[in-house]
C-alpha cells in the first residue's frame, strides 16, 4: 500500500472491555513500532517487531496490553479490561532494514469513558 | 537506555525569522537521528534525518547539525513560514539495546505572520 494504514481511526469503549487495534504497514517494511502518545504529549514506546526475531516488547506498560504481528505484515495491538488512563492516541510505524526511516499511520484514537 | 531531552518545549518566531531546535542523547552507541513534525491532529511525519558518519544535512530551508562528541544535533528552519507551525519531535537510535526510536518531548513551534 501507500502508505502504513490504522483501523480503526477512532474507538470508543466503556471502562474494562478489551480493545483490539489494527496496524496494515507499508509493504515489504519488516520492521513495525507501537507507540501511545497521550494528549499533548510525546511518543511512548510500546513495542517493536523486526522479521521473525522476537518482540521487543519492553515499553508495555502493563500485562493488559499485548501485540501480535501475523505474517510479518499485519500487526494488532490488545488491550483487556481497558481503564481510563489508557485514553490516547495509538501509533504504528513501518521501516525498512537497519537504519531505515520510520513510518508513522494515522493513528488510532482511543477513549475509554 | 537511551534518553533523549529536547527544548525549547515552546518558541514563537516571526514569520521569515530562523528557528532553532535542539536535543541532547544520552547513548554514545545511537547513530542514527530523524525529526519529525506533528500537525495538530495528524500523523507525526518525518521531515529529515541524519546518520552519525555525517556532521550536517541541509534540505531546502531546513538543516540539521550533529555533534556526536557532545552527543547533541539541532534542527535549524530558516525564512520561517506560517505553515511551519506545528510541533517537532526529535528522536534517536542506537545500535545496541532498544532498536526503537527514543523520542524527545517535543517543540510547539508558533510562526507568527
Known amino acids: 500500500g501507500a502508505g502504513v494504514s490504522q483501523s480503526p481511526s477512532n474507538k470508543v469503549t466503556e471502562k474494562g472491555k478489551d480493545v483490539e487495534l489494527r496496524c496494515d504497514p507499508i509493504s515489504g517494511h519488516t520492521a513495525l513500532y507501537w507507540y501511545r502518545q497521550s494528549l499533548g504529549q510525546g511518543l511512548e514506546f510500546l513495542i517493536y517487531?523486526?522479521?521473525?526475531?522476537?518482540?521487543?516488547k519492553s515499553g508495555l506498560p502493563s500485562d493488559r496490553f499485548s501485540a501480535e504481528r501475523t505474517g510479518g505484515s499485519v500487526s494488532t495491538l490488545t488491550i483487556q479490561r481497558t481503564q481510563q488512563e489508557d485514553s490516547a492516541v495509538y501509533l504504528c510505524?513501518?521501516?525498512?532494514?537497519?537504519?531505515?526511516?520510520?513510518?508513522f499511520g494515522d493513528g488510532t484514537r482511543l477513549s475509554i469513558l | 537506555g537511551e534518553n533523549v531531552e529536547q527544548h525549547p518545549s515552546t518558541l514563537s518566531v516571526q514569520e521569515g525569522d530562523s528557528a532553532v531546535i535542539k536535543c541532547t542523547y544520552s547513548d554514545s552507541a545511537s547513530n542514527y537521528f530523524p525529526w519529525y513534525k506533528q500537525e495538530l491532529g495528524k500523523r507525526p511525519q518525518l521531515i529529515i534525518d541524519?546518520?552519525?558518519?555525517?556532521g550536517e544535512k541541509k534540505d531546502q530551508r531546513i538543516a540539521v547539525t550533529l555533534n556526536k562528541t557532545a552527543k547533541h544535533f539541532s534542527l535549524h528552519i530558516t525564512e520561517t513560514q506560517p505553515e511551519d507551525s506545528a510541533v517537532y519531535f526529535c528522536?534517536?537510535?542506537?545500535?545496541?539495546?532498544?532498536?526503537?526510536?527514543?523520542f524527545g518531548s517535543g517543540t510547539r513551534l508558533q510562526v507568527q505572520p
Open positions: 517487531f523486526q522479521g521473525n526475531s522476537a518482540p521487543d
Open positions: 528522536a534517536a537510535r542506537s545500535l545496541t539495546g532498544r532498536r526503537a526510536l527514543t
Open positions: 510505524a513501518s521501516g525498512g532494514v537497519g537504519n531505515q526511516p520510520q513510518h
Open positions: 541524519i546518520r552519525s558518519n555525517v
